[in-house]
């Protein structure tokens, strides 16, 4: 039972919130929250592998979010959409045609980290950072001047997916609702994304990820390969990466280069350094926190509520939530690096803080 | 002939630019070990505080001349912006690395610093864009097909001056001599009797007083000022100094120039929407070269 609990829990609350999604007690924009803290996870915990657990530096993130969301909108359009000819599949085909998509767009992220990878043979820390952030630059600007995928204009018909899915869905799934295909498999991707990297990273080979933060000299002096690992490891961060980017183009139905700009990479950094650098368990907490609280404060009633006293004093000044929002949230990081330097968890898992939740489960 | 020797002017001074930014992230970094990505948009600050002084001197209250406005104006506006750099340090920085927290961490709050100073700047000024006034009354100069104005040349012979003046600090003054024992062991200096916090201090007021030079020489150069135009030539300048190689003042000077010619010759070749991919290209292949930099010293590990 302690081997199975966890799996179990799971299990039980992605079931939950799928019927309580199919019956449409959460309206869209909580599917489309709960969606985008999926997807979030996926970012700060493959982003964490790179920062956190190998120590190096990267801020181009969503570099390889950007070249997975556009191989998987060309491929779905490809295959069930109509801008590039007929449908390649029939509709009926595309519950499993989509996740090998979606899978597709990761491997190919994974393909361009390489570019990442081979520079970080040789250099250190900042100069990692400058090679990420000009590959950002350079995946954004090379894809805006593909003219064929849209360029600057952004690209869009994924949605044609999404619909065959709905479409074909047997009568005894469905009833009177449409089927949340994409949330399943947001979920989906998101246990398999925490899954792969928990899995490396308590390897015997994923040791190596450990050994490489540690003391990169004595790593390749106790025959860890080095070069290897660390080109293993960006191709695993930026492959979830490219998994993610993929969801993200097909729940929000549109893609932009401008979308995966720097800020997008922020966002990513911001979560990772939230949870605690090296943290698993960390990553998500402060990827659901982070979620959540950019949707808390979408609100115009409550941005007003904590700028009562600023426009008492200049009653002709209008705050925008939309704005606001974005000295919010950077001031409470502020905040919380001040007081506490290690993000939410530190160093450690969920079982290192609660000891006694050992005795429920095992997390392999 | 003509059009090579006006491209290279631009790029000259384009490079300026790029250089008087980048000079304000070496000096931080080779003191501090810190990239501080909130120097982008303390050169945008800089700018708008360039706007409102120049605003309020030509204005009703004082009705000064613009030349007499121009020449107030750079001793103010590089002063207010130190101030601001200053004020960075001392809330944000400073208890950090009292804590001795991790160098990332550091990093991270930088990088929000500027996200704070960007947002709230849209939300007290709004979107709308701002133009600056003409300051210095623009004179033309057409020498044999090449055209000049005054104002490229103040620009370019600015970003000279500042590494000239910086050279000077860095290499021949005795606070120079303490930043660059502070970048070599920060833990013998203080045993020296050298007050680490004025020297860290001093060195953001040069960066940032900079900064705000750049930023009031780009507002005259270019008079339309938004809240995120720090953001990008913030990023770009950055990567100048490490191409460079970051903690030398030489190549933050060299590799902005650097930077500002290869933009400028992608755009005379290609379209111009290749700039990015182009100059960022380039710059990948010069760090694949040279991993430090052209400038930067190899680190070696002691095992």
Aim: hydrophobic share 55%; net charge neutral.
């Amino acid at each position: 039972m302690q081997k199975y609990s966890f799996n179990i829990l799971i299990a039980f609350a992605a079931v939950v919130l799928l019927v309580l999604a199919q019956y449409r007690i959460l309206d869209n924009y909580i599917q489309a929250v709960i969606m985008f803290g999926g997807i979030n996870i996926m970012m700060s915990t493959s982003l964490n592998l790179v920062n956190g657990n190998m120590g190096e530096f990267t801020c181009g993130h969503a570099a390889f979010m950007c070249v997975g969301a556009y191989v998987a909108s060309i491929l779905s359009v490809v295959c069930f959409g109509s801008k590039f000819g007929d449908p390649l599949f029939p509709a009926a085909a595309s519950y499993f045609v989509f996740p090998i998509i979606i899978l597709i767009g990761g491997f190919m992220a994974a393909l361009s980290s390489i570019l990442v990878a081979l520079p970080s043979f040789k250099t250190r820390d900042d100069y990692l950072a400058i090679i990420t952030i000009a590959v950002n630059y350079m995946v954004i600007s090379g894809i805006e001047n593909m003219d064929w995928i849209g360029g600057s204009r952004g690209f869009q018909g994924m949605k044609d997916t999404v619909w065959a899915m709905v479409d074909s869905t047997p009568s005894w799934l469905a009833g009177d609702n449409d089927f949340p295909w994409v949330l399943l498999y947001v979920i989906l991707f998101t246990i398999f994304d925490i899954w792969v990297i928990r899995r490396f990273i308590t390897s015997t080979y994923g040791k190596g990820v450990d050994a490489v933060c540690q003391d990169e000299t004595a790593a390749e002096i106790m025959s860890v390969n080095t070069n290897k690992i660390k080109t293993v490891n960006f191709m695993i961060s930026a492959g979830l990466a490219g998994c993610a980017g993929g969801l993200f183009a097909h729940v929000i139905g549109y893609v932009n280069p401008q979308s995966f700009n720097i800020l997008k990479s922020t966002e990513a950094m911001v979560m990772v350094y939230l949870g605690g650098m090296g943290s698993l368990s960390g990553a998500v907490i402060s990827a659901v926190v982070f979620t959540f609280l950019l949707e808390i404060l979408r609100s115009q009633a409550l941005i007003d509520f904590l700028m009562a006293p600023a426009t008492f004093v200049f009653p002709d000044w209008e705050p925008s939530a939309g704005v606001i929002k974005w000295v919010m949230i950077p001031l409470l990081l502020v905040l919380i690096m001040q007081f506490r330097p290690e993000g939410i968890m530190g160093n450690k898992e969920l079982s290192d803080v609660f000891p006694k939740l050992k005795k429920y489960y095992t997390f392999k | 002939m003509d059009f090579i020797i006006q491209n290279i002017i631009n790029a000259l001074q384009w490079g300026s630019f790029y250089a008087l930014i980048a000079l304000g992230y070496t000096l931080v970094y080779g003191v501090l070990r810190l990239i501080n990505f909130a120097h982008g948009d303390i050169f945008m600050v800089g700018a708008y505080i360039a706007f409102f002084v120049a605003g309020f001197m030509l204005g009703p209250a004082l009705g000064l001349s613009p030349m007499v406005t121009f020449l107030l104006a750079v001793p103010l506006t590089m002063f207010l912006t130190a101030c601001v750099g200053v004020t960075l340090e001392r809330v944000a920085y400073r208890p950090l690395r009292r804590k001795g927290a991790h160098r990332l961490y550091v990093v991270i709050t930088a990088l929000m610093c500027g996200l704070i100073l960007e947002y709230s700047n849209l939300a007290v000024l709004g979107a709308s864009r701002l133009k600056f006034p003409e300051l210095v009354h623009k004179t033309i100069w057409d020498i044999g097909g090449v055209t000049v104005t005054n104002l490229k040349v103040i620009v370019i012979f600015a970003a000279i001056a500042v590494f000239v003046i910086l050279n000077f600090i860095v290499t021949k003054t005795k606070i120079g001599m303490a930043m660059r024992g502070i970048s070599y062991d920060k833990f013998a200096i203080p045993l020296m009797g050298i007050p680490i916090d004025q020297i860290i201090v001093f060195t953001f007021i040069l960066g940032s007083g900079f900064a705000g030079l750049a930023g009031l020489l780009f507002a005259m150069s270019y008079p339309v000022l938004e809240p995120f135009m720090g953001m990008l030539i913030g990023w770009k300048a950055f990567i100048a100094a490490v191409v460079g190689g970051i903690g030398d003042i030489r190549g933050a000077f060299y590799g902005g120039f650097l930077l500002g010619f290869i933009e400028v010759g992608v755009v005379t070749v290609f379209p111009s929407t290749y700039r990015d991919l182009f100059a960022f290209t380039i710059l990948l292949i010069i760090l694949w070269m040279k991993p430090t930099g052209l400038f930067g010293m190899p680190q070696s590990t002691k095992i």
